[in-house]
């Protein structure tokens, strides 16, 4: 599906189904792997190095989004763009989620905009963080939540 929406550019997935690697090409390539697994996480970032783009459309729990998000945003290129679907999940508890649960993965992006936007010295209860210092934005969309990557002017 995502060769059909970017037919010019190179691909990595990840899935935790083998066979998914039947469905590798010259432009796409697939790693088999769990977001669970905050080791392979890290070194799949190393595998990849740097991305454009990077769609979560996998695991629904809390520990999936949350250690993809911390360990995948580094690698995200300045003015890069990280989606996150099915963020739903944050309101179920069969996931983790549950409506203005803290541990989620809405509750730890509401807490990137707080960081993002406030007065640091008025509000001592949040320390800033490196993804709140690289964000230029956050959009939510129903079911959906969208980062863009500052892009650092080099001159």
């Known amino acids: 599906m995502w060769n059909e929406y970017f037919p010019n550019a190179k691909i990595f997935g990840i899935d935790i189904n083998p066979d998914c690697k039947n469905l590798e090409d010259d432009n796409i390539d697939i790693q088999i792997g769990s977001q ?20 979560d459309d996998g695991g629904h729990t809390m520990n999936q989004q949350l250690n ?8 995200l290129n300045d003015g890069g763009i990280y989606i996150v679907e099915d963020i739903e999940s944050s309101y179920q508890n069969m996931y983790g989620g549950g409506p203005k649960r803290s541990g989620t993965f809405v509750e730890y992006s509401k807490n990137l905009i707080d960081s993002i936007n406030a007065n640091h010295s008025d509000f001592n209860t949040l320390r800033p963080n490196w993804h709140s210092k690289n964000i230029e934005y956050i959009h939510f969309y129903n079911n959906v939540i969208v ?7 080099q001159f």
């Open 36 to 55: 669970n697994d905050k080791k392979f996480l890290r070194n799949y970032a190393e595998y990849v190095r740097s991305l454009d783009l990077i769609i």
């Open 68 to 75: 993809t998000f911390k360990i995948l945003f580094p690698i």
């Open 147 to 153: 980062f863009k990557k500052k892009k650092i002017e």
